[in-house]
């Protein structure tokens, strides 16, 4: 029999599954419309809030640019080195391209092994050598991510008693450098570095900010570039952000355990397909041992991994909140 037809149907499986998900992440018009009349509303009002708020916008607006041209819409080897550069294990690219290659000869020569089919075993490998690095990689960005996040307003708070005690921002800067531990000191030693060299302090900050992608660190330089334009005390603007970031970070760690019961039911549902597969495979392999043989069900699987996936894909949109 045949393999084309079924490969093809699996394909047009996957089609029909990335169309969905497009479908599902697609713009909202309306949305779009409320926030453009928003924005001309803050550009013509003349309330002093507003205008503060417009200003707010718009230093936010001119840098996103930089962080996703950064991120990697011009390159994927950059995009690529950038997220090594954010788990701060010191990872390279070609590290990360040799075990996705070792994953997918391992995994792939292993169900070609068992199966006999070149085509399922190839598959499953590239699956596995590009999801499993991935995942590691985002596991350890959001570890760091948290870290730094959990740590930030105590940096905030360290800058405002260097400043109320008469410390120039550079140098409390350098403070926060040398006190804090973890991906903070990391993150400033590396802003302090730069401005040695002769790069201004707000270029320095925004490079960190381009590269990290917080908006916690985002909020910091636009609180520091409006400060400069519109004056003010600093030290007080910087205490009253310390604790708006405090009060985000327990909004969050609200959220997410009124989201725990969600999520676990979801990991339960999730894996019991495969617990179920790994059990009644190591009581009868040759029960389950067609799905690596025939072709039918090799197609029947790639589908329910697919309707698997986007179902997960929805649970995970419906208990994720942004703040």
Request: proline fraction near 3%; charged fraction near 20%; include cysteine.
């Amino acid at each position: 029999m045949s393999s084309l037809p079924f490969i093809l149907m699996a394909i047009g499986l996957t089609v029909a599954a990335w169309a969905g998900i497009t479908l599902f992440m697609g713009p909202n018009p309306a949305r779009e419309s409320s926030r453009r009349l928003q924005a001309v509303k803050l550009r013509h009002s003349e309330s002093t809030t507003d205008k503060v708020e417009a200003q707010y916008r718009k230093a936010l607006a001119a840098r996103k640019p930089k962080a996703y041209k950064l991120a990697g819409s011009s390159s994927r080897l950059e995009a690529l080195s950038l997220r090594l550069d954010r788990t701060g294990r010191g990872w390279t690219i070609s590290q990360y391209l040799y075990a996705s290659l070792g994953l997918v000869i391992l995994f792939g020569g292993f169900v070609w092994i068992k199966s006999g089919s070149l085509v399922l075993g190839l598959a499953l490998g590239i699956a596995i050598g590009a999801g499993l690095p991935h995942f590691a990689v985002s596991w350890a960005i959001n570890k760091r991510i948290n870290n730094f996040i959990t740590r930030f307003p105590d940096a905030l708070e360290l800058l405002v008693r260097g400043l109320r005690s008469g410390l120039p921002i550079s140098e409390t800067l350098v403070v926060v450098a040398n006190e804090l531990p973890g991906p903070v000191s990391e993150e400033f030693k590396i802003v302090t570095d730069r401005i040695r060299l002769g790069r201004t302090m707000e270029d320095a900050l925004q490079e960190t900010a381009d590269r990290l992608d917080l908006a916690e660190f985002s909020f910091f330089c636009i609180t520091l570039a409006i400060q400069r334009e519109t004056g003010g005390n600093l030290a007080e603007t910087l205490a009253n952000l310390a604790d708006v970031l405090r009060k985000r970070a327990q909004m969050k760690l609200k959220i997410k355990a009124m989201s725990s019961e969600s999520k676990a039911s979801a990991y339960i549902v999730g894996s019991l397909p495969f617990i179920v597969f790994a059990l009644i495979y190591s009581i009868n392999p040759r029960y389950l041992g067609q799905f690596f043989v025939d072709e039918r069900l090799m197609v029947a699987g790639i589908g329910g991994l697919i309707w698997l996936s986007m179902g997960a894909f929805i649970m995970s949109r419906m208990v994720n909140f942004e703040i």
